[in-house]
T-cell receptor, first 114, second 112 residues
Framework: AQSVTQLDSHVSVSEGTPVLLRCNYSSSYSPSLFWYVQHPNKGLQLLLK??????LVKGINGFEAEFKKSETSFHLTKPSAHMSDAAEYFCVVSDRGGADGLTFGKGTHLIIQP | DAGVIQSPRHEVTEMGQEVTLRCKPISGHNSLFWYRQTMMRGLELLIY????????DSGMPEDRFSAKMPNASFSTLKIQPSEPRDSAVYFCASSSTTGRQYFGPGTRLLVL
């Protein structure tokens, strides 16, 4: 069985400051891990994907995430927040690279203060 | 490419009525997924198909829910009879052999 835990339901940062969204995972296999973003009343957009290649994954819009097997973590970071980053972020795990359906975390609501 | 297409985008119905949600996957994709998003439970996988065959329907809540994929370009999710607790946003996603899933815009369902 696989699962993800997003450690913060809400994160608030000031524009221009770093963003850290935390995620821990549990998987019986070598997992594939994803971060998706959902803007209000919009669909889901893939930010980045880890599939056992480089442990530091770079995504779109300046986001990146680091896979740490020893800590079972896959935290999402961005050096400088922009107002347009305000959205809901989901950490996601799959045991088969996404081919078998995705298991979503509960989501972290990112608030950007001007 | 038009991406994954879902219809309707919004649906309001009364308890007891039948609801049919539709999805057209990206052309050439061989897997299709149905997800449901609610405030209480977050995003959950309901069912997925591979080459039009249902592979895992363990997420389907109960017998009132059914899904079909009669061909590679069309799938339906049906709720009969609908109940207020079925109110949610239903997403369809499709993927090719790479495994990356592309999501549709969702159908927002309200059952009164």
């Amino acid at each position: 069985a696989q699962s993800v835990t997003q450690l913060d339901s809400h994160v608030s940062v000031s524009e221009g400051t770093p963003v850290l969204l935390r995620c821990n995972y549990s998987s019986s296999y070598s997992p594939s891990l994803f971060w998706y973003v959902q803007h209000p009343n919009k669909g889901l957009q893939l930010l980045l994907k880890y599939t056992s290649a480089a442990t530091l994954v770079k995504g779109i819009n300046g986001f990146e995430a680091e896979f740490k097997k020893s800590e079972t973590s896959f935290h999402l970071t961005k050096p400088s927040a922009h107002m347009s980053d305000a959205a809901e972020y989901f950490c996601v795990v799959s045991d088969r690279g996404g081919a078998d359906g995705l298991t979503f975390g509960k989501g972290t609501h990112l608030i950007i203060q001007p | 490419d038009a991406g994954v297409i879902q219809s309707p985008r919004h649906e309001v119905t009364e308890m007891g009525q039948e609801v049919t949600l539709r999805c057209k996957p990206i052309s050439g994709h061989n897997s299709l997924f149905w997800y449901r998003q609610t405030m209480m439970r977050g995003l959950e996988l309901l069912i997925y198909f591979n080459n039009n065959v249902p592979i895992d329907d363990s997420g389907m809540p109960e017998d009132r829910f059914s899904a079909k994929m009669p061909n590679a370009s069309f799938s339906t999710l049906k709720i009969q009879p609908s109940e207020p607790r079925d109110s949610a946003v239903y997403f369809c996603a499709s993927s090719s052999t790479t495994g990356r899933q592309y999501f549709g815009p969702g159908t927002r369902l309200l059952v009164l």
